[in-house]
Every structure is written in C-alpha cells, then in structure tokens.
Nanobody, 124 residues
Framework: QVRLVESGGGLVQAGGSLRLSCAAS????????MGWFRQAPGKEREFVAA????????YYLDSAKGRFTISRDNAENTVYLQMNSLKPEDTAVYYC?????????????????WGQGTQVTVSS
C-alpha cells in the first residue's frame, strides 16, 4: 500500500554534499509526516531529520543542524535530504520513513513505513 524508494546516495569526500530523494507511493502523501534515519554497521538506527505534513515543523539530529536540510514536495510525493559539509561519521545507510497522521516519528518503533535504504559513504 505504501512504498518508499530512496536514491541519491554514493561516495563523497569529507566536506562534500549529497542530496537524497525519497519517492513515495501512497493514497495521500500530505497525510503523512516524513523523515530520515540512518544506520551504520553494528549500530542502532538513529533519527536524522523529520518534517510535518505541511512542512511547518522540522526536526534534526543535533549533529545535523546547520548541515542537513529536509524538505518535501507534496505535489511530487517526494521528500529530500540535502546534506552539506559531510563528515566521515555521516557514513551509513540512510532510510526514508513515514508515519500516518501529524506527529513525526523520531524513534524506530514510531514509524509506520520504511524504504529500502541508500548507502552514503564519506571518505576522509
């Protein structure tokens, strides 16, 4: 019923930029909050960024503030994560997530739907 497909990951040097995209297939995109999580090998999946259904409210991992920007295009059913000034510690698989309603998910168990993930690798 709900399908999320991430793209835009890849290899980048420290200080570089990437823009991740998440194409969503669902009944009404604007009725979901959207977010991004990441997971490094051997570590727990952690919250990175989220946005309310109307884009009025955004939330970020502290280390991402000032570097990452989440946005969404409801007409295109797409959410983006612009990542600037990337650091090696940003290396992880990045996952797109969705939650029904107006409350964002900031923990794994709070999210209703997940994409397959896209790899981001930042070299020193």
């Amino acid at each position: 019923q709900v399908r999320l497909v991430e793209s835009g990951g890849g290899l980048v040097q420290a200080g570089g930029s990437l823009r991740l995209s998440c194409a969503a297939s669902m009944r009404t995109f604007s009725s979901y909050t959207m977010g991004w999580f990441r997971q490094a090998p051997g570590k727990e999946r952690e919250f990175v960024a989220a946005m309310s259904w109307n884009g009025a409210n955004t939330y970020y991992l502290d280390s991402a503030k000032g570097r990452f920007t989440i946005s969404r295009d409801n007409a295109e059913n797409t959410v983006y994560l612009q990542m600037n000034s990337l650091k090696p510690e940003d290396t992880a698989v990045y996952y797109c997530a969705a939650r029904e309603g107006y409350v964002v998910c900031r923990r794994y168990e709070e999210c209703d739907y997940w994409g397959q993930g896209t790899q981001v690798t930042v070299s020193s």
